[in-house]
Every structure is written in C-alpha cells, then in structure tokens.
C-alpha cells in the first residue's frame, strides 16, 4: 500500500503539468480568428470565466467535501478537457463562452482540493512534516514543464491556431488517466464548514483584523493587473509582435514568477510591513501601466507585460503572507482566504468588461492610459484607507 501511496507523488505533478494551459500565450490572438470577436468580446469572455470561478468556488468546496476528493479531482479533469475541447472546435463566441466557464468551473474544483488530498496522502505515509517541502518540487515541476511546452507550441501557429488546443486536449486525456490512477488514503479530511450560524462571525473576525480593507486592496491590484494581461496577445499581434514569440515572451514572465516564488520569503521580510508593501505596489504596477499607456514601441510594451505577468503570479505567495500577518489564529482562516480569492473574481470581471469596451471605442493606447489614471486613482484612496485604521487584537 506504501507504494501505491507514493505514487500519487509523481502522479499529482503529472496532473498540475496536464492542468496548466499552454495555449494562453496565444490565447487572446485565437479568439479574434473566431467570426464574430471584438476586443469588446475578450472582456465578455473574461467575465465570463471570472464569473463562473465567483460563483463556484466554495459550492465546489463543499461539493468535494461530499463526494471525495479524489472523485472532484476527476470531476475537475473531465470538465477541464471538454472545456479545451471548445475551444478547439470553436465557431462562434458562444463557444468561446461555454469554454471559459467550464475551465473556470474544472479549476475550482481542483483549487485547494488537490492539496488536500496530497495531505492525505502524506500523513498516511507518515511524511506529513515533509508536506511542504515534497508539494514544493511537485508544484516546481507542475509550473517549469508546462512553461517549456507554453514557449514551445505557439511557434506551430504558423501551421494552425487548432496545434495548441490539440496538443493540450491530448494533456488532459492524460491528466484524466492519471487522475483515475490515484490511490485514495485511508484516511479522511474535511474542511470546516462555514454555515448560517457561524458565517457572521466570520465577518465579524475579518472587520475587526481589519483583513477585509487589505483583502479588497490585493483585489484591485490583481484586477488591473489581470484587465492588463488578458489582452496582452492582440495588442502585440497589433503592434507587429510575431505570435511565433508569444511563447517565449510567456516563458519569460513564467521564470521570473518562478524565481520571485522561490524567494517569497526573503521577499516578504525584505518589504517590511504591509503598508510599505502596498506603496510598492502601487508604484511599480502604476508605473508599468502609465508606460502602456504612452509608449507603443512594441519592445518595451512585451517587456512590460512579462514584469506584469512575472510579478502578478510570482507574488502571490508575498500576499498570502501578509494575509496571514493579519488573520494569525482565527479558526477562519480558509474561509477568509477563500473570501480574498472570491473579492478577486468579483473585481476582474468589472475591470475586464471596461477595458474591453475602452479598446473597442478608443483603441489600445488611450484605453490602457484611462487604465493607468484609474489604477492610481482608485489604489492611492484604497492604501489610505487600510492604512487608516489599525488592527483589532
């Protein structure tokens, strides 16, 4: 049984390998070969998949809970391959729609479930104190491997747009096999409930941490940033960026965000305290847009967008950090994580539909400046605003 059991090791990196998708760098490019999509369609296909990670997040939590985790680890891999099925065989927006809300729905029943289930895994082992450091190479591997294939595959465009999808939808066949070939541990875990009698004091516990200002100031950060990037690929296409680059360009963001993760907490320590962290934050991301927004030599904008795209994913672990500073003990703290996670969708799907609908009216440029003017206008206020009250012990 102890063999089969460490098999889900190298098994669980096959399937964050077969989860990523290596069609993102040209992703945005693919969507305008579609009869139909606009700039203004990006944004509703944004929405779209934002919307459907708001809305099933936690039902595909408690979902898990009931049927095993194991079985929503399928679940997500089926839902995950029909999604890559549609956009292989797009031929209309709605298409493009029902893909991005299925990939969405197949990644929430995958978020937090999988580790879970490595959890599992590793105390019936008896290796629960090497958790972190075992999910650390498995989670290294699970983001290289797909980065070389991201950089790879896009350079098959020249051939067909169909390659990448093709090439991704045999990844998940894999993942599906794999994930069928998982050993559930003998043991079991379930995540703590959250229901009607308990979710007030959740609130009341996130208000006076004051978690809720700093969960709602990561969030609008990550919504511009996230606006930015999903329309990175016809901005270079439109700026004469050859698509064969896409991949490397995305490469390149990959690695910096690999090498900013390995150093998180060095990173955290050397920030100082939060409120330090978000004058950064708002310098460096203000900045980078303002040059979007008025410099269009195309060398310079696929630069900024690899920083974009490097320091967005490879920070992330910088945040939780400090949501963690904030939250300390509280019995809630899955919930109030989960809660961030939530506020982050709700915000993107605003900021994607307006920038969006800027391009399509006022083109790239002028939109990613009204992006820029937008973000320092509404991320200044939002810092004083956290800064204003301290937190409740």
């Known amino acids: 049984m102890s063999a089969a059991l460490e098999s889900n090791i190298w098994k669980y990196a096959v399937i964050l390998v077969s989860k990523k998708r290596i069609f993102v760098a040209v992703l945005g490019v693919y969507y305008l070969t579609i009869p139909g999509v606009t700039p203004f369609w990006i944004g509703i296909f944004l929405l779209a998949s934002n919307g459907a990670s708001f809305i099933f997040d936690i039902p595909s939590s408690y979902v898990?809970?009931?049927?095993?985790?194991?079985?929503?680890?399928?679940l997500s891999s089926f839902l995950v391959f029909f999604s890559t099925g549609f956009f292989l065989f797009a031929t209309?927006?709605?298409?493009?729609?029902?893909?991005?809300?299925?990939?969405?729905?197949?990644?929430?029943?995958?978020?937090?479930?999988?580790?879970?289930?490595?959890?599992?895994?590793?105390?019936?082992?008896?290796?629960?104190?090497?958790?972190?450091?075992?999910?650390?190479?498995?989670?290294?591997?699970?983001?290289?491997?797909?980065?070389?294939?991201?950089?790879?595959?896009?350079?098959?465009?020249?051939?067909?747009?169909?390659?990448?999808?093709?090439?991704?939808?045999?990844?998940?066949?894999?993942?599906?096999?794999?994930?069928?070939?998982?050993?559930?541990?003998?043991?079991?875990?379930?995540?703590?409930?959250?229901?009607?009698?308990?979710?007030?004091?959740?609130?009341?516990?996130?208000?006076?941490?004051?978690?809720?200002?700093?969960?709602?100031?990561?969030?609008?950060?990550?919504?511009?940033?996230?606006?930015?990037?999903?329309?990175?690929g016809p901005y270079q296409l439109l700026l004469g960026v050859s698509v064969v680059w896409f991949g490397i360009f995305f490469g390149m963001g990959r690695i910096l965000a690999s090498i900013?993760?390995?150093?998180?907490?060095?990173?955290?320590?050397?920030?100082?305290?939060?409120?330090?962290?978000?004058?950064?934050?708002?310098?460096?991301?203000?900045?980078?847009?303002?040059?979007?927004?008025?410099?269009?030599?195309?060398?310079?904008?696929?630069?900024?967008?690899?920083?974009?795209?490097?320091?967005?994913?490879?920070?992330?672990?910088?945040?939780?950090?400090?949501?963690?500073?904030?939250?300390?003990?509280s019995r809630f703290k899955a919930t109030l994580l989960s809660a961030s996670s939530q506020l982050n969708n709700l915000f993107s799907m605003v900021t994607a539909v307006a920038l969006g609908v800027g391009i399509e009216r006022l083109g790239y440029q002028p939109s990613y400046l009204v992006l820029a003017v937008a973000f320092l206008v509404i991320m200044i206020p939002l810092h004083f605003y956290t800064y204003a009250k301290k937190r409740v012990n």
Do not use: C
């Open 64 to 74: 898990a809970d009931k049927i095993g985790h194991k079985e929503a680890l399928v």
């Open 92 to 232: 209309s927006v709605w298409w493009l729609i029902a893909g991005s809300i299925l990939m969405s729905i197949g990644f929430a029943f995958a978020s937090g479930v999988g580790n879970a289930f490595m959890h599992e895994t590793m105390r019936a082992l008896g290796r629960e104190a090497e958790y972190n450091t075992v999910m650390g190479k498995v989670s290294s591997v699970g983001f290289l491997v797909p980065a070389v294939l991201a950089a790879i595959v896009p350079f098959s465009v020249s051939i067909s747009y169909k390659i990448p999808f093709l090439v991704a939808l045999v990844l998940d066949l894999v993942g599906i096999i794999v994930t069928f070939s998982l050993v559930r541990p003998p043991v079991s875990e379930h995540a703590a409930e959250v229901g009607a009698s308990n979710f007030f004091e959740v609130m009341r516990q996130g208000l006076a941490l004051n978690f809720f200002r700093t969960a709602i100031f990561f969030a609008a950060v990550h919504s511009f940033l996230s606006a930015a990037d999903g329309f990175r």
């Open 260 to 329: 900013l993760l390995a150093y998180s907490g060095k990173i955290h320590k050397w920030l100082g305290d939060i409120h330090s962290y978000q004058r950064i934050q708002i310098f460096v991301y203000g900045g980078l847009l303002l040059i979007l927004g008025f410099v269009s030599t195309p060398w310079v904008v696929v630069t900024v967008f690899i920083i974009d795209n490097g320091m967005k994913w490879g920070l992330s672990q910088v945040n939780t950090g400090y949501f963690l500073d904030i939250i300390r003990e």
